[in-house]
């Protein structure tokens, strides 16, 4: 019979999904199975499944740490912001619903019955479950119907560790704050704490540690120090998403509002010969990028708007006037085409937006999405690439011609005249070091990294930072069967 504990946090980003990750990979080298599960995540990085649905890219990183292939139960609610107030809901790896915030609040506790059952139907698999959490249960203004912390935690009748972020200050405040606002059912849950990202001599926490648990009767698992390599791993939240020094071949990368499937980025990021920038709204793109790299975005039409609100529009025609090269992956594609067509108001109102017009191709929204992992050709090496498709509209004109991928025994993609503007829906892309050695040949710069060894690598080195700074064995043991 399987078992499941639940990594919960005292904030958001105090590294429950990273914790998570290494202690998939620290019961996978304990010889158990294991799975990942988070109830309700919220974020437009997403990840095709086997299964032909969509989950967060955390639990897909999660899912490989603990040597399993991702499937939709993994994370049977994924929010996908839209605006400010509203976002898609896609249940069990399919929409659901695009709901505002209010009215999602009303309605999420109609979701449990499919949590729950994503949730058995997973536990059946394995020995043991690790459930993250969101956001925080301190929030107890949102517990009513909740099925992202507490609320699960009742339902599934599981037990709770609880994380605390050190590096923002505060953790003891943190960690007794919480035990004093949750209601006597929820605070005899939890069983356990730990701190997380802590810098320095551990040994100078060892007071906090015995007042924490005094204050709240909870067993204290260890204070983890910060993981070095954390920025090897994908990036789940947008805010995580962060420029990286490297070597001279300098890549670009506009900040969108709704920027999405940026794990593009992450093996561009771990190159040494490459630097990847950044640029943040009110900022320039910078003058010395080699290549231009337009991300996905969950809102197209927004962020075409957003990019030429900043200037962007501008500064890549000269960026193209001084040769520079220009990538534009889902979204980005779309952007860079003559128009975006959206007849039906599937994005907004209805109607027809210019687009960059550095490709001669024109997009048009349809409601359906194609999901789908896919095997593509790279044109002009033959290398073999395998990727994901996760987007609204087809596009298609003249520059289609110059398609430089094979997805499926179709052409995919677009290119300019001078193939220095390329498009295409695939992500993925980068992540493969055939491809990837050779996009950069192209741009005049060298690879020197095989991504997936070195994503494995540090897999392995944070669940051996787990195993040197928590008590994983008692957090194993606190597990409690599914029922």
């Known amino acids: 019979m399987a078992k499941a504990i639940m990594i919960q946090g005292a904030g958001s980003n105090v590294g429950k999904s990273m ?4 202690l998939a990979r620290a019961c996978l080298r304990r010889g158990l199975s294991v799975a990942p599960f988070k109830p309700q995540n919220m974020s437009n990085n997403a990840a095709v499944t086997i299964d032909g649905g969509e989950i967060g890219r955390a639990q897909a990183l999660q899912a490989r740490a603990a040597g399993r292939d991702p499937v939709i139960d993994m994370n049977p609610v994924l929010l996908k912001p839209e605006t400010d107030t509203g976002a898609q809901v896609i ?19 109609e979701l449990l019955p499919s949590v729950l059952e994503s949730f058995r139907r997973l536990a059946a698999t394995v020995d043991i479950v690790l459930v993250e959490g969101a956001g925080s249960p301190a929030e107890i203004n949102l517990r009513k119907g909740d099925i992202a912390n507490m609320g699960f935690a009742e339902a599934a009748d599981i037990p709770v560790v609880l994380t605390g972020d050190i590096d923002r200050g505060g953790v003891i405040a943190q960690l007794v704050g919480t035990h004093a606002v949750l209601p006597e059912g929820d605070r005899s849950r939890i069983k356990a704490f730990l701190v997380n990202k802590f810098r320095g001599d551990v040994s100078l926490f060892d007071e906090g540690m015995a007042e924490i648990a005094t204050r709240t009767g909870w067993t204290g698992l260890g204070v983890l120090p910060w993981f070095a390599d954390a920025w090897r791993l994908p990036a789940e939240d947008v805010m995580d998403v962060a420029s990286r020094p490297g070597g001279a071949f300098k890549v670009a990368v506009p900040r969108l509002n709704r920027i999405a499937n940026f794990d593009d980025l992450d093996p561009l990021a771990a190159e040494p010969g490459v630097t990847v920038e950044i640029v943040e709204p009110g900022r320039a793109l910078p003058g010395d990028a080699n290549l231009v790299l337009i ?20 500064d890549l025609h000269a960026h193209l006037r001084r040769g520079g090269r220009v990538l534009g992956i889902c979204g980005g594609y779309q952007m ?3 128009e975006i067509i959206d007849a039906d108001g599937i994005e907004g109102a209805p ?8 490709l001669d191709v024109a997009t048009t929204m349809q409601p359906e999405k194609r999901l789908a992992r896919t095997e593509a050709i790279y044109r ?12 609204l509209g ?6 289609c011609a110059r398609a430089w991928l094979t997805v499926d025994g179709r052409s995919e993609g677009a290119a300019s005249a001078d193939g220095k503007v390329r498009g295409c829906y695939l992500h993925g892309l980068f992540a493969e070091d055939a491809f990837r050695a050779a996009y950069l040949a192209e741009c005049g710069a060298v690879s020197g990294l095989s991504y997936d060894e070195g994503l494995e690598e540090t897999l392995d080195a944070l669940a051996a930072h787990l195993e040197a700074h928590l008590d994983v064995a008692a957090l194993i043991e606190a597990a409690t069967p599914v029922s």
């Open 380 to 391: 002009p090496t033959g290398d073999r690439v395998s990727g994901y498709e996760i987007h």
């Open 394 to 399: 087809r596009t298609e004109g003249p520059d």
């Open 295 to 314: 991300p996905g975005s969950k809102s197209t039409i927004a962020d075409l708007a957003h990019f030429r609100a900043q200037g962007w529009d501008i």
């Open 19 to 22: 914790i998570v990750a290494g």
């Open 91 to 109: 249940l069990q790896g399919r929409r659901f619903a695009t709901l505002r915030a209010r009215d999602y609040g009303l309605r999420k506790h």
């Open 336 to 338: 860079l085409g003559r």
């Open 351 to 358: 109607g027809r937006v210019p687009g960059l017009g550095h």
